[in-house]
C-alpha cells in the first residue's frame, strides 16, 4: 500500500528468463499501462454516452421517414380519352368491336372480350393480328401504334 499503486495492472509480458527487467522498466511500463488503461476506460465511457445520445437522437427520425411506400396501384379502368382512342376508331374500329371506343366491326374479334395487353396489341399491329393474314400488317406504327396498344390494353381491361 505504500508505493506503486498501479503495479497490478502491469500487462506486459514477463520478461523472458535470463533477462530480467529493470526497475525503471516495470514503473515506467506501470505508468504507461495505467495511463492506457485510464485513457481507454475515459474513451469508452464518452464513446458510449456520444453513442446512446446519438441514438436516442437518431431514432424517431428514423422511424418517421420511412412511409411505405405503395407503387403498384393499377390505374383507373376507366376508358382514356386521348389520341389512342382516335386512331383506334379510324384505323381498326371497322374490323374490331371495342366499347369504350364506340366501334362495332365484326370483321376480327371484339378486343371487349379479347382484353389483350398493351405487348399483345402491339404484337398485333405489328404482324397483323394473330398472322392469319386477315389483319393487315403495319396499320399503325411507333408512337401511334404505342398509343392505340395503351388505349386497347387499358380500355379492354387487359
Ligand atoms: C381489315 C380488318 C382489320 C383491321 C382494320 C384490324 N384488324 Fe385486328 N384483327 C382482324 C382479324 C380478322 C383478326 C383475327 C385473325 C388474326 O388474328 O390473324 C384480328 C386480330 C387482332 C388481335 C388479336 C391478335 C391475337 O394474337 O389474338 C388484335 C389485338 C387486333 N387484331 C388489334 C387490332 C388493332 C389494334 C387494329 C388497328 C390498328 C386492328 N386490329 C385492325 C382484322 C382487322
Known amino acids: 500500500m505504500t508505493e506503486e499503486p498501479v503495479e497490478p495492472k502491469q500487462e506486459l509480458a ?3 528468463d535470463g ?21 481507454v476506460v475515459a474513451a469508452w465511457l464518452v464513446g458510449k ?15 418517421a421517414t420511412a412511409p411505405p411506400a405503395k407503387t403498384t396501384a393499377k390505374p383507373e379502368p376507366a376508358a382514356p380519352a386521348g389520341p389512342g382512342k382516335q386512331l383506334f376508331a379510324t384505323k381498326c374500329g371497322s374490323c374490331h368491336t ?12 371484339s378486343l371487349d372480350d379479347l382484353q389483350p395487353d398493351a405487348a399483345l396489341v402491339e404484337a398485333a399491329i405489328q404482324n397483323g393480328g394473330a398472322g392469319s393474314g386477315a389483319m393487315p400488317k403495319g396499320l399503325a406504327a411507333g408512337n401511334d401504334a404505342k398509343q392505340i396498344a395503351d388505349f386497347v390494353a387499358q380500355a379492354a381491361g387487359g
Not at 533477462?19 to 485513457?39: E, M, N
Open 49 to 63: 454516452d456520444e453513442g446512446r445520445r446519438q441514438a436516442e437522437n437518431a431514432a424517431p427520425t428514423q422511424v
Open 98 to 109: 371495342l366499347k369504350a371506343a364506340g366501334t362495332n366491326g365484326a370483321v376480327g374479334p
Open 14 to 16: 514477463p520478461p523472458p
Open 19 to 39: 533477462k530480467p527487467g529493470g526497475a525503471a522498466a516495470w514503473i515506467f511500463g506501470g505508468w504507461i499501462g495505467a495511463l492506457v488503461a485510464v485513457l
